[in-house]
Nanobody, 120 residues
Framework: QVQLVESGGGLVQPGGSLRLSCAASGSFSGINFMGWYRQAPGKQRESVATITRDGTLTYADSVKGRFTISRDNAKSTVYLQMNSLKPEDTAVYYC??????????????WGQGTQVTVSS
């Protein structure tokens, strides 16, 4: 079992900043992938930012230059620093962490979601 706990969402004015965190715990031997996704009302879930085991980063075009994904391997935690927030960034943000257990099986786990609202 792998558990993810997200934190850091909230209400912020346009131009403001927030930092999301997602910590993984449980039984796993390694982390292969960490990512942030978001889903706005009436829209499909979309990828925001991802980081692979070897450190390869990807960002959605809409957040490039404003959001930064990072990780702390020792804490099994992934972060999303969000700057220059816009109303269109309003969504529920979910983390996704893909792990391998001690038997070599891969598992994809999702956080519970955290609401980010950008509004004046």
């Amino acid at each position: 079992q792998v558990q993810l706990v997200e934190s850091g969402g909230g209400l912020v004015q346009p131009g403001g900043s927030l930092r999301l965190s997602c910590a993984a715990s449980g039984s796993f031997s390694g982390i292969n992938f960490m990512g942030w996704y978001r889903q706005a009302p009436g829209k499909q879930r979309e990828s925001v930012a991802t980081i692979t085991r070897d450190g390869t980063l990807t960002y959605a075009d809409s957040v490039k230059g404003r959001f930064t994904i990072s990780r702390d391997n020792a804490k099994s935690t992934v972060y999303l620093q969000m700057n220059s927030l816009k109303p269109e960034d309003t969504a529920v943000y979910y983390c996704n962490i893909r792990t391998t257990n001690y038997r070599g099986y891969a598992r994809s786990s999702w956080g519970q979601g955290t609401q980010v609202t950008v509004s004046s």
